[in-house]
């Protein structure tokens, strides 16, 4: 459904435009940077502007497209970072890593790659759910939830 209604926006673009070439440069631009840069892939959902993602984000098809493809595959993923993916840092004088950063896993994402020793090693992810969970994808049924509009108009 979604390359329906970009092919159609495409080609209102195209019948409105003076030239081809004209098109052809217009369209990328609204396509491009209108329906991808607001769906929350590109800039997470919490760092979206207020203004944006109070009406454009739920506007936007590709927020919806993306969320249909993302979550079903992203939700079942254990994470496992490689070296430089790691965040590095020390734990405060008499305490191993795992009980400086207990408080922050009661509520925080992530984990530790070795919780014994005062030079800590972090990934911020442990399960891909966590991860879906920056771009609005908070439940496995979001992706059911965001492929059901395209469902019914079949």
């Not at 940077?33 to 979206?48: E, M, T």
């Not at 020390?90 to 950063?101: E, I, K, L, Q, V």
Request: overall charge negative; hydrophobic content about 40%.
């Amino acid at each position: 459904m979604y390359e329906f209604l970009y092919t159609a926006i495409g080609q209102g673009i195209a019948a409105v435009s003076p030239n081809s070439y004209f098109a052809s440069l217009l369209n990328p631009i609204i396509l491009g940077s209108l329906f991808i840069n607001f769906c929350g892939v590109l800039v997470p959902y919490n760092q979206i502007v207020v203004f944006w993602k109070d009406w454009l984000y739920w506007l936007d098809p590709f927020t919806y497209l993306v969320g249909g493809l993302l979550t079903q595959i992203l939700f079942d993923v254990d994470v496992m970072c490689a070296k430089s993916e790691l965040a590095s840092f020390t734990s405060p004088a008499n305490m191993n890593c795992g009980d400086y950063m207990a408080t922050f896993f009661e509520t925080g994402a992530g984990y530790l790659v070795d919780n014994s020793t005062s030079s800590c090693s972090y990934c911020p992810y442990k399960y891909g759910s966590q991860y879906a969970a920056t771009m609005n994808l908070n439940a496995r049924y979001y992706g059911w939830r965001d492929v059901s509009p395209c469902i019914h108009e079949l």
